[in-house]
C-alpha cells in the first residue's frame, strides 16, 4: 500500500511578481535611455554683463537728492540644454554673479537721515553703491530655428542671495563714508522671471563646439527690501522711522524693491549629438 506525503506546494506567485518588478523598472530604464540617447544636448560655460536697476519708489521720488546711476552687474557659469524635436529645448543654467546698483546725488540743504541720524550739508555731493552677491538657476524653455541658430527663450530663475553690502562717499568730509553688510536686510532668495533671444553659432562645419550670443530681460518677482540710496533700512516694520505718522514724513509710505536687468550673454559650448544627428546644424562663418 503507498503512502502519499503531503508537501507544501511551491507557491510562484512571489517570483511572479518579483519578475514582473524588475521588468517593469529595466523598461523604464530601457526608455528613459533611449529618450535620452535620441536627443542632442548642449554642455558648456556662459557668462555675461549686464545693466542692474534696484527699483524702489521711494528711491525713485529723489529724496534728500538721491538719484539713480548706471551700473554694471555681471555672472559666469555652467550652461546645458537638452533639444528635443522640431527645435524645442530645455535649458538649466548654473551662474554665480554680483547685482550692482549706484546712487548719487549733490545736497542743496542741511539735514539728517532720519535712519541713522547722520547729518548731511549744503553743496556735499555723494555716490553710493549697493552690490547683492548671488547664484542664479534659470530653467528656460527655448525655441532654435533649425537652419539659421536663431532662438527666444523664457522661464524662471531661483535667485540665492548670499550677502549684500551697502558703500557710500560723502565729499565733504564731514558726512561719513563706510561700508555696512546688508544681508539681513534682504530675502534669501527671489522668483526672476526671464525672456531673451540670440544666436547659436556653429564655429565649423565638422566641429560640433558653438558660440552663443544673446540678449535677457529680467524681472525679480520678490520683494528685496534692503536700503535706500543712503543706506537706510527699506524692510517694512524695521523702518517704521522713515514713514512717520506726522505733517511731513520722510516717506509717505512702504514701497517693495523689485529688480529690473537687461543683460548680454557670451558662452561657448559643446553639442553632443545622437546617432540619427537629429538637431546637426550646418552653418559655417
Not at 557659469?77 to 549733490?106: C, P, R, W
Not at 522661464?155 to 558703500?167: D, K, N, R
Request: proline fraction near 4%.
Amino acid at each position: 500500500m503507498k503512502k502519499w506525503i503531503n508537501t507544501p506546494a511551491l507557491d510562484l506567485s512571489y517570483f511572479s511578481t518579483k519578475f514582473k518588478k524588475r521588468s517593469f523598472l529595466f523598461l523604464c530604464l530601457f526608455s528613459v535611455v533611449n529618450y535620452v540617447q535620441s536627443q542632442s544636448i548642449d554642455m558648456g560655460l556662459r557668462g555675461s554683463i549686464s545693466s542692474a536697476w534696484l527699483l524702489n519708489g521711494n528711491v525713485m521720488s529723489g529724496k534728500d537728492h538721491q538719484g539713480y546711476r548706471l551700473s554694471i552687474s555681471d555672472n559666469y557659469g555652467m550652461h546645458g540644454t537638452i533639444n528635443f524635436a522640431h527645435g524645442y529645448g530645455l535649458e538649466l543654467d548654473i551662474l554665480k554673479g554680483k547685482m550692482s546698483q549706484s546712487y548719487g546725488g549733490v545736497f542743496d540743504n542741511d539735514g539728517a537721515f532720519p535712519g541713522s541720524g547722520v547729518s548731511y550739508y549744503p553743496g556735499e555731493y555723494y555716490s553710493a553703491n549697493t552690490d547683492i552677491e548671488y547664484i542664479k538657476i534659470p530653467v528656460l524653455f527655448r525655441y532654435e530655428h533649425e537652419l539659421s541658430g536663431a532662438y527666444g527663450e523664457g522661464g524662471l530663475a531661483y535667485q540665492i542671495i548670499s550677502s549684500g553690502t551697502f558703500s557710500a562717499t560723502y565729499s565733504g568730509g564731514l558726512t561719513p563714508s563706510g561700508t555696512i553688510d546688508i544681508t539681513k536686510q534682504l530675502p534669501s532668495g527671489d522668483f526672476i522671471a526671464i525672456l531673451g533671444f540670440g544666436w547659436d553659432k556653429h564655429f565649423t562645419r565638422e566641429s560640433n563646439f558653438y558660440l552663443n550670443l544673446g540678449f535677457r530681460f529680467e524681472y525679480g518677482l520678490f520683494d528685496l527690501m534692503g536700503v535706500d540710496g543712503h543706506g537706510q533700512n527699506l524692510t517694512g516694520s524695521k523702518s517704521v522711522v522713515l514713514y512717520p505718522p506726522w505733517t511731513k514724513p520722510y516717506y509717505n509710505a512702504y514701497h517693495s524693491t523689485h529688480s529690473l536687468e537687461a543683460s548680454f550673454n557670451i558662452g561657448v559650448f559643446y553639442r553632443l549629438y545622437p546617432k540619427s544627428m537629429l538637431h546637426k546644424r550646418v552653418i559655417d562663418f
